[in-house]
């Protein structure tokens, strides 16, 4: 049988068969609802009804979450990305701002002179936190081979790059793409 969920304000059960438990309450009108989100659990030997919440909060983006993100705008010093996915070992993450920036210095080991080279608008890139702050969150992408692009589109015809045994291409334009990829780069040839 399914677990019925609960919401503020669902019906549980008339007044007469069960008492309220944990996150229910009696109603005016005598029957019991639930005060908040979870699964609906019947004590059928105490005759009471209670909504357990779940015990797992989603918790927030920190420091070495690994998030997964689309490159947002590009200038010499700075690449900003808006995070859809961030996690830490295996657990989901919530992304609270979810604007991230990837400052030029936390790229790669080697100096980098200008952003455009490496990243463009529209790219996927996996990335590790490195601070979080009321204002922003910071990324790198120099502490691991699989930090970097991991999907990235061809900047003449906006198709897909293709990772091939020499090097990133588009497969429509044939056109050489130069990125920070990723070890882990999503469409291999
Ligand atoms: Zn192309």
């Known amino acids: 049988m399914p677990k019925k969920q609960g919401f503020p304000g669902t019906f549980?059960?008339?007044?007469?068969?069960?008492?309220?438990?944990?996150?229910a309450f009696e109603g005016p009108e005598g029957n019991i609802h639930s005060s908040s989100v979870g699964e609906v659990v019947f004590d059928e030997k105490?005759?009471?009804?209670?909504?357990?919440?779940?015990?797992?909060?989603?918790?927030?983006?920190?420091?070495?979450s690994i998030i997964y993100g689309t490159v947002g705008g590009v200038n010499d010093s700075k690449a900003f990305v808006d995070i859809f996915e961030a996690q830490k070992n295996g657990n989901l993450?919530?992304?609270g701002s979810a604007?991230?920036?990837?400052?030029?210095?936390?790229?790669?080991?080697?100096?980098?002179?200008?952003?455009?080279?490496?990243?463009?608008?529209g790219d996927?890139?996996?990335?590790?936190v490195l601070?979080?702050?009321?204002?922003?969150?910071?990324?790198?992408?120099?502490?691991?081979?699989?930090?970097?692009?991991?999907k990235g589109f061809c900047t003449n015809c906006r198709v897909p790059l293709r990772q091939f045994h020499n090097g990133?291409?588009?497969?429509?334009?044939?056109?050489?793409?130069?990125?920070k990829f990723s070890n882990d780069y999503l469409l291999k040839h």
């Open 12 to 23: 549980l059960s008339y007044g007469e068969e069960y008492l309220p438990g944990k996150n």
């Open 46 to 64: 105490q005759k009471v009804v209670s909504v357990l919440e779940k015990t797992r909060q989603p918790e927030l983006i920190d420091v070495g």
């Open 93 to 95: 993450r919530v992304s």
């Open 99 to 121: 604007s991230a920036v990837l400052m030029v210095f936390n790229v790669k080991e080697e100096y980098v002179k200008d952003l455009h080279e490496l990243f463009k608008v």
């Open 124 to 128: 996927i890139v996996k990335a590790r």
């Open 131 to 150: 601070t979080v702050s009321k204002f922003t969150i910071d990324l790198e992408t120099k502490s691991d081979p699989s930090l970097g692009v991991v």
């Open 168 to 179: 990133f291409k588009c497969p429509n334009c044939a056109m050489e793409a130069n990125r």
